[in-house]
C-alpha cells in the first residue's frame, strides 16, 4: 500500500470517531470540559493533549510526505498539547481541532503523499535521536503508530472517566459493512 491508501482512510476514520466520542462524552458527561483535564497516570498527558497529539500526528504525515516544511499551525498544535495541563481548552476547541484536521486530510488528492514513495525520510525526534526511514516506512511503522497511540489513550480516557463507549465506538467506520440481519437482539 502507498503512504496516502495508509494513512489518509485510517486518520479520517479514526478522527471522526474520535469526534464521536467526544460529543458522547459532551451528552454523557455534566461538565464534560473538565474530561479534558483528565489523564490515565499521572505522568501521562491529558486528554486534551492526546486529541491535539493526535491531530499533530496527521498534519506532520501529510507535510513531511509531501516534502513540505511545517506549517505554524503545527507548532500551535504541540504548544496547545503541551501547555494543556494549564489550559486545557474546551470540547468546542477539540472539536474545531479535529474538524480542521479532517479538512487538511479530505483536500488531498489521490496520491498526493506518494510523490516521494521510496524516498530517504530523515525524521529527527525532539529527544536528538534520529530516524532514518523510507517515506513507506515512516507512514507505516511511525505515524500510524503514533496516531493510534495517542486516540487510544483518548479512548482509555474517556472509559476511565465513564463514559459509555464500546467497540462498536472504535470501529463505527465499519458498520456500514455489517449485515442487517447479523444484528444480535438485545
Excluded at 464521536?20 to 458527561?29: I, T
Excluded at 481541532?97 to 488528492?109: G, H, K, V
Excluded at 526511514?133 to 493510534?148: C, I, M, N, P, V
Amino acid at each position: 500500500m502507498t503512504p496516502t491508501e495508509l494513512i489518509v482512510p485510517t486518520y479520517t476514520q479514526l478522527l471522526t470517531s474520535l469526534s464521536g466520542w467526544l460529543k458522547k462524552a459532551e451528552k454523557q458527561s455534566p461538565n464534560a470540559d473538565t474530561l479534558l483535564s483528565a489523564r490515565l497516570a499521572e505522568d501521562m498527558y491529558p486528554l486534551a493533549t492526546q486529541i491535539r497529539f493526535s491531530c499533530v500526528q496527521a498534519y506532520e504525515a501529510v507535510y513531511r510526505l509531501k516534502g513540505e516544511n511545517f506549517p505554524e499551525s503545527i507548532n500551535q498544535l504541540l504548544d496547545e498539547g503541551r501547555n494543556a495541563n494549564d489550559e486545557p481548552g474546551s470540547l468546542a476547541d477539540a472539536q474545531t481541532r479535529i474538524e480542521e484536521t479532517l479538512s487538511l486530510l479530505n483536500a488531498l488528492s489521490p496520491n498526493e503523499l506518494d510523490a516521494h514513495s521510496g524516498k530517504p525520510l530523515t525524521h529527527a525526534l525532539p529527544n536528538g535521536m534520529i530516524l532514518d526511514l523510507t517515506t513507506e516506512q515512516y507512514a507505516r511503522d511511525w505515524t500510524l503508530s503514533q496516531f493510534y497511540f495517542h486516540v487510544m489513550i483518548a479512548y482509555a480516557i474517556l472509559r476511565k472517566e465513564k463514559i459509555e463507549l464500546g467497540k462498536a465506538d472504535y470501529i463505527a467506520h465499519m458498520l456500514p459493512f455489517l449485515r442487517p440481519e447479523t444484528l444480535p437482539d438485545n
